[in-house]
């Protein structure tokens, strides 16, 4: 008969079989910090696919919560009031993947606005010119912002707070704190307020400032991935020490960066005046914070170096999706506030988890 009384373990093979656990161990921790490593290498190369899945996923719940948010009513309103948003955002997109921040923006657009507005209305300037004018002013405003960065060598955020001021300061003075009617716009300029005729499709109603934010969209897109310039936006915004070894001229790229902004601004005062129908000195006071947190919530690094203009659209949408989906299903305004606080953070600490993919 075979004895079948276990054989004591020995030393040696207690040994062994703590190593195999180690060992072990060991391999599933590395599995798991690879997969880590993986997502967020994945979502690092392609920032816009949590800000679709989120517009996605809003959209959807938000149609179960109240089912006339799904109308085509509803969704032609939200693409409308994200317009002149969606716009600045890009700007702000601009500014935020070289590091900064500007908190002009809004500034600049009014302005730009209201100059247009005065020189084709009150001074009989033809549209077009008035429209040129006055985005060539918005860009003189942004490389005003940029030259003060680059060469006096001020941080973004002080030089943009302080340029807010400014800014804010000289539409009052010229506008004299009046607003330009739309009655007058209508009969002396029409073709200011061109951004606000629309296009219907079968109860969707698509204006021409919608329109224009995705041209706009795409023609930034382009800039940014596929010229030399967009690749020298992004590395500086990314490392602009190895940038500047590399051979890149960052204070004239910086400048062309806050220039490009400060255009983009002005014709955002195009879209708005189409977009309200009116030109006010203190309109769109919000406009600012509005487009940071489009930004944010779409993906771009406050850190620099990574983003995406899609995703500040996206984000720009995700944010006029969460407060009329909340208006129809009878949320109180401080609970939207609530909700976009929320977003901002939550994206923050993602990209903060991002981060740490090359770490």
Known sequence: MTDQTPKPQTGTDFEAGLAAADKSV?????????????LRGLLRRNPTIIPAMVLLISVICFGIIAPNFMSPGVLSLVLKQVTVTGVVAIAQTLIILTAGIDLSVGAIMVLSSMIMGRLAVDFGIPPFFAVTISMFFGALMGWVNGFLVTYIKLPPFIVTLGTLSVFTALLLWYSGSQSIRGADIRELAPSILFFGQSLRFDGFVLTYGGIALIALAVAVWYLLNQTAWGRHVHAIGDDPDAAMLSGIKINRTLISVYALAGLICGFAGWVAAGR????SPIGF??????SITAVVIGGTSLFGGRGSILGSVLGAMIVGVFNTGLSLAGVDDYWQMFAAGNLVLTAVALDQWLRRATK
Not at 276 to 279: E, N, P, R, T
Request: net charge negative; proline share 0%; no cysteine.
């Open 285 to 290: 006071t919000d406009i600012n914070l509005a």
């Open 26 to 38: 060991a391999s599933f921790a590395h599995d798991d910090k690879t997969i880590g490593y993986i």
């Open 276 to 279: 309200v129908g009116s030109i």
